[in-house]
């Protein structure tokens, strides 16, 4: 009767084993075999294992040492490149000279650009429609990135000259917007309700649509992301080319860095 149950012997030795370790290395069995060393300025060092009694520890003088803790209250205080933008309720950093960073003059270092040319790629779906995303490899069908639904956006790692498209299927000749990356540029558009296509950040459409077909909610939706291109385009003029990659206005940072 026994051997019918010979399957079982592996896991009943696994858990009783367990119990085991677990009875054996409890919090306050590990306790009594890590060494706890405590230490003073000017004092002794005292090493034990396991209870802090007279038979289990060992002292070493420490000499003194000069120590200056400098006590007194932290203040905040406003990043001097942190700018408030013209005619916006709203402050965006603009990066200083670069020689700043390391305490020199100004204009006494440049920086250094980078040999890896990968960037990010933020894909804004301005319709209502539920499209998906794909890369363009110029051989056949498109590859599947992700699904957008209508006025949001999906992003992806990419590189200048890649190509990409919005479309209800993989076919790039029945895609609905194109794109091209640009170096520089981050964030594409698909907006069939504009004229302004084929811009650096505008995506080519295949067809042009009445923005007045919107309904209510579809047309407060996509009036609500053309006030955040205008707001992008200003805050990329304002910040020397740093572009937007949100959706404005949004709320004022909560945490705090303090200065080092």
């Given at each position: 009767m026994m051997h019918g149950y010979s399957f079982l012997c592996l896991p009943i030795m696994a858990t009783g084993l367990n119990l085991a370790f677990a009875i054996f290395l409890s919090p306050k069995a590990l306790a009594s075999l890590v060494p706890v060393q405590s230490e003073e300025i000017g004092g002794a060092s005292t090493t034990c294992i396991g209870n802090e009694d007279e038979?289990?520890?060992?002292?070493?003088?420490?000499?003194?040492?000069?120590?200056?803790?400098?006590?007194?209250?932290?203040?905040?205080?406003?990043?001097?490149?942190?700018?408030?933008?013209?005619?916006?309720?709203?402050?965006?950093?603009?990066?200083?000279?670069?020689?700043?960073?390391?305490?020199?003059?100004?204009?006494?270092?440049?920086?250094?650009?980078?040999?890896?040319?990968?960037?990010?790629?933020?894909?804004?779906?301005?319709?209502?429609?539920?499209?998906?995303?794909?890369?363009?490899?110029?051989?056949g069908r498109g590859h599947f990135s992700g699904t957008v639904n209508g006025f949001e956006a999906t992003g992806t790692a990419t590189f200048p000259g890649h190509q990409f498209f919005f479309g209800r299927n993989d076919d790039p000749n029945d895609a609905l917007c194109s794109f091209v990356v640009q170096a520089g540029t981050s964030v594409y558009y698909c907006d069939p309700y504009s004229e302004g296509q084929g811009g650096p950040s505008r995506g080519i459409t295949k067809e042009t649509r009445d923005v007045n077909g919107l309904d209510g909610h579809n047309k407060q939706m996509y009036e609500k992301h053309l006030d955040n291109i205008k707001f992008a385009e200003e805050y990329k003029a304002f910040t020397g080319g740093v572009e937007w990659l949100g959706m404005y206005p949004r709320d004022p940072p909560r945490h705090k860095i303090y200065a080092a």
């Open positions: 038979d289990s520890c060992s002292s070493t003088y420490i000499f003194a040492q000069n120590i200056t803790i400098e006590e007194g209250p932290v203040y905040a205080a406003h990043d001097p490149s942190l700018l408030k933008m013209p005619h916006r309720d709203f402050k965006a950093y603009v990066r200083p000279d670069v020689a700043t960073f390391y305490q020199k003059e100004p204009r006494s270092m440049r920086p250094l650009s980078h040999v890896f040319k990968g960037q990010a790629g933020k894909f804004v779906n301005l319709t209502p429609d539920r499209l998906g995303l794909y890369w363009n490899s110029g051989r």
